[in-house]
Nanobody, 128 residues
Framework: QVRLVESGGGLVQSGGSLRLSCAVSGLASPSYAIGWFRQAFGKEREGISCISRSGANTNSADFVKGRFTISRDNVKNTVDLQANNLEPEDTAVYYC?????????????????????WGKGTLVTVSS
């Protein structure tokens, strides 16, 4: 059974940091890319950062502005998102998703039809 479980969310003050983690089970690690996405209340889900199967390539949304860093450990089957200098506008439920890829690319579009598993999300709340 495939499972993606996010952790590390919580309440943080503006300017603070969090490290989110996505633990993957039931999938052979090098066979999938991983994306981090978020959805704020009343808004559509949006892509934050993604990382290719081996970790060789990453993509990030413009709003990340160097504040967020994605990394993966293919031995532990985890993909982390280090989020620094958080702002109230970053408040959202954060999700990770596994993408079926045959190459070393990944996709930031939450509607990408190669996305085949989603986690249930972890809530990040940034207070001003």
């Amino acid at each position: 059974q495939v499972r993606l479980v996010e952790s590390g969310g919580g309440l943080v003050q503006s300017g603070g940091s969090l490290r989110l983690s996505c633990a993957v089970s039931g999938l052979a690690s090098p066979s999938y890319a991983i994306g981090w996405f978020r959805q704020a209340f009343g808004k559509e889900r949006e892509g934050i950062s993604c990382i290719s199967r081996s970790g060789a390539n990453t993509n990030s949304a413009d709003f990340v502005k160097g504040r967020f860093t994605i990394s993966r450990d293919n031995v532990k089957n985890t993909v982390d998102l280090q989020a620094n200098n958080l702002e109230p506008e970053d408040t959202a439920v954060y999700y990770c998703a596994a993408q079926r890829r045959q190459d070393e690319q990944c996709v930031l579009d939450p509607n990408y039809d190669g996305t085949y598993y989603w986690g249930k999300g972890t809530l990040v709340t940034v207070s001003s």
